[in-house]
Structures are given as structure tokens and as C-alpha cells.
């Protein structure tokens, strides 16, 4: 079956997770661009399931036709109405380049059809390009009440070379839209919180879980704990034994006042998760040795109030790289051989836009550790991983980025 997946904000970091989530294949990768990806599976997805889990996709849909001339009547095919009681709604997001110049004259002519077959329609537009998440799931475009088409093309210079024959249209329909009621509630509801040391976003938490490879059998820690976004979001993704440090009393207070709204949130009875409140560097005192399978942490990313001058920042980097080294070094005693280790580097931004990034060699040196390219075999110049062979996640206006470290051995 062939599968789309409407890509966030970050399409490297989105399509990295999708890889490996479903262990892509470059051979499975029909369309990729910055807004969306087209997969051949063999079998069929648990869509419902597989949007809670990416963090980084939009929507999920199904392809059903691939055209080289788009047409009414092939959009009209998609529309399978079940209940003709009141309006049927219907949507049409374009993911290609510019705006579909003909988007008004297929709404009308589907309109049309619907009419002949004696089914009342509203077209449901929206102010951006394409119709958003919220626009899909209030005008209930994802039920027996509606639809939202997806077209999809590669014409333009930016189009992705070998993924997709020139000038094709991908036409399919949405399955599922990303549970952003859901996440805010994750975000915002929960009774432990800590403004001013940050907030971890779960749906980046759920990323950074999604890029270890690994598995709900699998032993996670989490070092650096803070509010514990990282272990609420792996015990919603069905891990069974977690462990969770931090030097802060504070933050494990919050931390199990989150674990155990979750339970409640996630109607999660048997969750296995220890709690220790230790420095990192005692680490491997209290963990047993090459015992844990892999290590997701945002570490402290420095102070929230720092001047901006590049000397400040610089001091700061320095002291950043002397934790992070202590760190790298109790991980590598705590585990596996096969372990995997993804952690987010801070990025300070000097008051002229320039962006300071933590010295690999000072943090790695002594350890066997090595960054992971996990997106290596995919030759794509829509995937742009930094110079250092990580991903960047960050926007214009704030004063520290996210560098998400993939570590193993």
C-alpha cells in the first residue's frame, strides 16, 4: 500500500523518525519533499496507533491514484459518502510548489457531481495553502462526514531528483491528522512544570524516543530528568522498564507527580520506573553496568539569562562541555554495547545571529562513542543534517537551539 505522511515544521528530523520507525528502505521511497514523504509498505499501517507516536507528522493518508493529468473526475472517485443526512464537507490540500491555480474549478465541478447524486457538499477552504490539522479534524474531513483530498506533485527546480517521475500528481485521501488536543494537554495539563529551567516539547521527546531504533522491551534512561517529559512520553509508547535521574530534588517531585498523572491520563497500570536523585557523575554508583539499552536526555542547556557577546557565550560553552564530557563518560559505563544514545546539545545564538556549538571532541574525547548518521542511506537534498552530521531544531527568534546528538558506540 502506499502511504503519505505530511511532514512538521523539521522534514529531516520528521522523515528520520518515520525511517525509523518503520524501518525504511530507500527502494520503499516513492516521493519525498520539505512538506511530504510517499512510503510502499507491504502490509497495511495502524494509522490511528502510528500518528500518537510521531512526533514530527502532521497527517497520515493513503495514496490511491498517480496521474499526470489532474482531473475532477479522479477526485470525485475518492468520495465515498455513507451518510447522506445534512452536509457532506469536503477539502483539497496541494502540496507542491506555489498554489493549485485550478483548485477552485475541481471544488466546483466535485460540488457538481455531489449534487447530481443528490448529496448537499461545502467545500471547506482555508486562508493557508493547505488545510491544517484543526481545520481537518473541526470540519470533521477524517470522518463518515467528509473528506480532505491531498494532491501532490513534483514539478519545480526543488523537486526531489530519483524519488518520483517528472511531472506526476500523487492523489490520496487523509486518514489521520496529528492528536494536537492531545499534546497540548500533555504539555500544558500536567501538575509538575518548570517554566523557567524549560520545557521539553513531547512531540520532540517522542522523536528523540523514535530515533534510538529500539523497543518497548528495551531499558531507558533518562540522566537528566528535569519535569519528565521524556519517560511519560516512552511509558505512552508502551516501555515497560525506565529509569529516571536528576540532580534536582524538585525535579523529581515533578517528575513522579507526572508519572503518575499519566497513569491516569494513559490508563497505564503496570509501569516499571525507578527514581534516583543523584549528579550524573555518580551515575554508574548507582545503575549496574552495561545494563541499560538506550539514554534520551535534554541535559542543563545553561542559564536562561546570559549576555550576548560572543566571550559570555563562549564561557558558557566551556562549562557546558566539561558536564556533558562527565556525563558521556559514566554513559558509557551504564550501557549496552549496542546501546544508543540520543541527547540534545544546546546551540548559543551571539547577539549578531551567530550560531556557537558545543565541541564534539571535548565531550566525546576518552569514550568510544561516535554520532550516528541514521539517515546516511538516504540520498536526498530535501534531508539536510548540519555540517556535524546532526539535526537542528530551533527557530529564528529564539536564543538557544536544540542540536539532537545521535550517539553509539
Same mark, same amino acid.
Given at each position: ?7 512538521? &515544521? ?12 518503520? &524501518? ?13 514523504? %510517499? /512510503? ?18 502532521? @497527517? ?27 452536509? $457532506? !464537507? ?13 483548485? @477552485?474549478? *475541481? ?5 457538481? +457531481?455531489? @449534487? ?87 512531540? *520532540?521527546?517522542?522523536?528523540?524516543? !523514535? ?40 525535579? %523529581?517531585?515533578? +517528575? ?23 549528579? /550524573?557523575?555518580? #551515575? ?26 560572543? &566571550?559570555?557565550?563562549?564561557? /558558557? ?30 546551540? #548559543?545564538? /551571539?547577539? !549578531? ?15 568510544? $562513542? ?9 540520498? &536526498?537534498?530535501? #534531508?539536510? *543534517? ?24
Amino acid at each position: 500500500m502506499k502511504y503519505f505522511f505530511i511532514l512538521g &515544521n523539521n522534514p529531516t528530523l520528521s522523515f528520520a523518525e518515520i525511517a525509523s520507525v518503520l &524501518n525504511l528502505k530507500p527502494e520503499q521511497i516513492l516521493f519525498l519533499s520539505e512538506e511530504s514523504l %510517499i /512510503v510502499d509498505i507491504e502490509d497495511s499501517l495502524e494509522v490511528e496507533k502510528l500518528i500518537r507516536r510521531l512526533g514530527g507528522t502532521i @497527517k497520515i493518508g493513503e495514496i490511491k491514484f498517480q496521474v499526470s493529468d489532474l482531473k475532477y473526475q479522479k477526485l470525485v472517485e475518492l468520495i465515498e459518502v455513507k451518510n447522506s443526512e445534512g452536509k $457532506f !464537507n469536503f477539502g483539497i490540500s496541494y502540496y507542491g510548489k506555489n498554489k493549485l491555480k485550478n483548485e @477552485k474549478s *475541481l471544488a466546483m465541478e466535485i460540488k457538481r +457531481t455531489l @449534487k447530481e447524486d443528490d448529496v448537499s457538499s461545502r467545500w471547506v477552504t482555508s486562508k493557508e495553502k493547505t488545510l491544517s490539522s484543526v481545520v481537518v479534524e473541526q470540519n470533521k474531513l477524517i470522518t463518515d462526514k467528509g473528506i480532505e483530498i491531498v494532491i501532490m506533485n513534483n514539478y519545480g527546480p526543488s523537486s526531489p531528483k530519483g524519488f518520483a517521475e517528472a511531472g506526476q500528481f500523487y492523489i490520496g485521501k487523509t486518514l489521520v491528522v496529528q492528536p494536537f488536543k492531545e499534546l497540548s494537554k500533555r504539555d500544558y495539563g500536567r501538575p509538575g512544570r518548570d517554566d523557567k529551567s524549560g520545557m521539553l516539547p513531547p512531540k *520532540l521527546a517522542q522523536i528523540m524516543l !523514535n530515533l534510538t531504533g529500539g523497543n518497548s522491551k528495551d531499558i531507558l534512561l533518562d540522566p537528566f530528568c528535569g519535569s519528565g517529559t521524556i519517560l511519560t512520553e516512552a511509558m505512552l509508547m508502551s516501555y515497560e522498564k525506565l529509569i529516571g535521574c536528576d540532580k534536582s530534588e524538585k525535579a %523529581i517531585t515533578d +517528575t513522579k507527580k507526572n508519572i503518575e498523572w499519566t497513569k491516569e491520563y494513559g490508563q497505564l497500570s503496570d509501569v516499571n520506573c525507578q527514581m534516583f536523585q543523584i549528579d /550524573v557523575s555518580s #551515575l554508574s554508583g548507582k545503575i549496574k553496568l552495561s545494563s541499560v539499552d538506550a539514554i534520551v536526555t535534554e541535559p542543563y542547556l545553561g542559564p536562561s539569562r546570559i549576555r550576548r557577546d560572543r &566571550n559570555s557565550i563562549e564561557k /558558557v560553552v566551556k562549562e557546558l562541555e566539561q558536564l556533558y564530557h562527565q556525563a558521556i563518560l559514566q554513559f558509557e559505563k551504564v550501557l549496552k554495547p549496542s546501546g544508543r544514545i540520543v541527547m540534545i546539545w544546546p546551540v #548559543l545564538i /551571539v547577539d !549578531n545571529n551567530e550560531k556557537i556549538y558545543l565541541n564534539t571532541r571535548n565531550i566525546l574525547k576518552g569514550s568510544s $562513542f561516535q554520532k550516528i548518521n541514521s539517515i546516511e542511506e538516504f540520498k &536526498n537534498k530535501t #534531508l539536510q *543534517l548540519t555540517n556535524r552530521q546532526t539535526f537542528l531544531y530551533g527557530r529564528e527568534a529564539q536564543q538557544v537551539w536544540r542540536e539532537i546528538v545521535v550517539l553509539g558506540k
